[in-house]
Every structure is written in structure tokens, then in C-alpha cells.
């Protein structure tokens, strides 16, 4: 076991190790029940201001791709392409697929949200429900889809930019239609997308380890 943390420690690498306890101390300091933004800080004027910054012409695309990218079309896309890694007998990518896209759902779900308990904005476009911290949309995209393009570049390396930079495009979008639809508070976006990033680092280091043993035996 100890031998195993080293590798997946040295995998994973210090700069991210160090994000990932940063991450979690300010999580467990700053919970729980996290109260709504006060109006003169920079979470509320973001998203009171960013309705005036975008065209209305962009508004009804956004609205959307909000809706688009929410759990039951990303359900179909993750189920899609866990039976084309079934397919292609591609099991420990499957088993991360798997373990990454389900454990950020309960991390999001059933951990931070519960804990923080921060109400949504006021005014949303859209009838939401649960709470508000950290953002379900950030974290399950950065996940889902980086976590995709690096196991897909794993196998196709000539796809690994143009799989990468429509990804990319593509997160970002869902982050702007969140806000756009006042789904989320700006801070609600930071940290399911910080959340997202630490369990992708930490399942791709597990990945890695894992495949590494694989070709010693």
C-alpha cells in the first residue's frame, strides 16, 4: 500500500498534490451553511453585470446549452462512451470513465452541497432546485470531458488537440450558460471547477499508476 501511494504521490506530482490540500482546507474552513454573496462583493456584480456584457442574441443558445449539459443528456454521452470502451476492451479506462463521472456526482451531491447548503441566486431564468455550492455543471463537465479527451488521445494521439480545444470550447460555454441562466454564484462555478480538477488529478494519477503496473507484469 505504501508503495502504491508513492507512485500514485509521484504520479500525481507536487504542484497538484499541494492544490488538492489547499482545496480541501479551505472547503472544511469555509463550511458549512455558506451564506449568499452580499451585494457589493465581486460574486454579485459578476452576475448582475453579466446579463448586460452579452448580446441578447446570444441569451435563448445559452439558455440551451444549460439545459443541454445537464445530467441526463451527459448521462447519455457517458453511457455511450463506456460501452465503446467495452467495445474496444479498453477496461482500465473503462473502470476510470466509471469511477471518475459517478464519484464526482457524489462528491457534488451528496458531500459539498449537503454541507454548504448556499441558496441559488434570485431572478434565475430557469426553475432550479438543491443548492447552490460548488457548481454540479463545473465539476461534472471538467471531469467528463478532459478526463474523455485523455483517455480517447491515449489511443488516437492525433485527436489529442482538436479533441482538447472542442472540449475546451465546449466547457467554457456550459460555465457562461450557468451564469448567463443565474444558476450559480461566479464562486459556485471556481470551486466545482477546482473540485473537478482535483478528482480528475487524482483518478488519471490512479489511471496511470494502475497501467504502469499493468506492463511490469
Known sequence: MTSFFLEWFKALGFPRFIFILTLLVILVWSGPNLEIPNS???????????????????????????????????????????????LRRYWADFICLFIGTGGILGIIDRILKPWFDRPRPDNSSLLLSGASFPSGHA????????????????????????????????????????????????????????????WLSICLAVLKVWERHKLLT
Open 40 to 86: 457589493d462583493s465581486l460574486d454579485y456584480l459578476l452576475l448582475d453585470n453579466i446579463r448586460r456584457w452579452i448580446p441578447d442574441l446570444f441569451g435563448p443558445p445559452l439558455v440551451f446549452i444549460y439545459q443541454l449539459s445537464g445530467t441526463q443528456y451527459t448521462a447519455v454521452l457517458v453511457i455511450s462512451l463506456l460501452f465503446y470502451l467495452i
Open 139 to 198: 465539476a461534472g463537465s471538467m471531469v467528463f470531458y478532459f478526463m474523455s479527451c485523455t483517455l480517447l488521445a491515449t489511443h488516437y494521439p492525433r485527436l489529442r488537440l482538436p479533441l482538447f480545444v472542442l472540449s475546451s470550447l465546449w466547457v467554457s460555454l456550459i460555465w457562461l450558460s450557468t451564469l448567463y441562466c443565474r444558476a450559480h454564484w461566479p464562486s459556485d462555478i471556481l470551486a466545482g471547477a477546482s473540485v473537478g480538477f482535483a
